[in-house]
Nanobody, 127 residues
């Protein structure tokens, strides 16, 4: 069983930064793509960023491109989301997820392309 545990959320002023971490259990972490999603109250869960198994390829939602950076450390079984220039509209619960093997890069923005999810961490950006 895979467990994903997010941390690093909190309250920050607009223009500030936060770094989210997602620690994964299991010995096969480095074999899977990983993604970050977010969900604001009353809205559907939306794609934020994804990274392939090696960290060599990354993908971003247009709304965060240039402000957020996803990375991973396979030696530590951890994926990160560095969030800079935060805006009030970034306020949401942020989830990390493990990508299913059968889905390729083109599918990484879809919820169904992931099989294990963390419990989420709250990010609140004040104006």
């Amino acid at each position: 069983q895979v467990q994903l545990v997010e941390s690093g959320g909190g309250l920050v002023q607009a223009g500030g930064s936060l770094r989210l971490s997602c620690a994964a259990s299991g010995r096969t972490f480095s074999s899977y793509a990983m993604g970050w999603f977010r969900q604001a109250p009353g809205k559907e869960r939306e794609f934020v960023a994804a990274v392939n198994w090696s960290g060599g390829s990354t993908y971003y939602a247009d709304s965060v491109k240039g402000r957020f950076t996803i990375s991973r450390d396979n030696a530590k079984n951890t994926v990160y989301l560095q969030m800079n220039s935060l805006k009030p509209e970034d306020t949401a619960v942020y989830y990390c997820a493990r990508g299913r093997e059968k889905f390729g890069p083109a599918s990484r923005r879809f919820v169904d392309a992931y099989d294990y999810w963390g419990q989420g961490t709250q990010v609140t950006v004040s104006s």
